[in-house]
């Protein structure tokens, strides 16, 4: 059973269902999955998890500052999490408003560790993006997500 955090900021809750949904799905596919907020975790114990999932809001093309100010803490683990899995997903207020950059961002300090980036072969290459609240749509982009992340995270681990 592969070990997954999620870890998340969210000021108007979209970020945070979206999380819900992942986790919800992760645990049906077999996952072991601890979800919590940005400011409850003690980044040392990222290593111990084999994957390790991130969601933002969009603030002006790039990532909250929480979740900034969270993965910089991750630099006291450098080496530690070469190897593992991540993956990111957001929530913008608009189509163009940046989520691309806002995933990449979060991707980008994945790279600097050393992480293997589960992303999509289609649609938005770089993790899930919800307009406002997950809708449907949404919801089934999660579900996939959710079992590529699982599938990836069964072979690798």
Partial sequence: ????????????GNVKEMATI???RLKENGMSVTMKHVSEINVEELV???????GSPTYYG????EVKSFLDKTVRLHGELEGKIGGAFTSCAYWGGGHDFALMDIIKVFL?????IKGFIRESYFGVVSNGPPDENTKQKLYKYADGVSELVKRLS
């Fill in 1 to 12: 059973m592969g070990k997954i955090i999620i870890c998340y900021f969210s000021k108007t």
């Fill in 22 to 24: 992942l986790k919800n």
């Fill in 48 to 54: 111990h998890y084999d994957c390790i999932l991130v």
């Fill in 62 to 65: 790039s990532m909250a500052g």
């Fill in 112 to 116: 600097v560790h050393g992480m293997i």
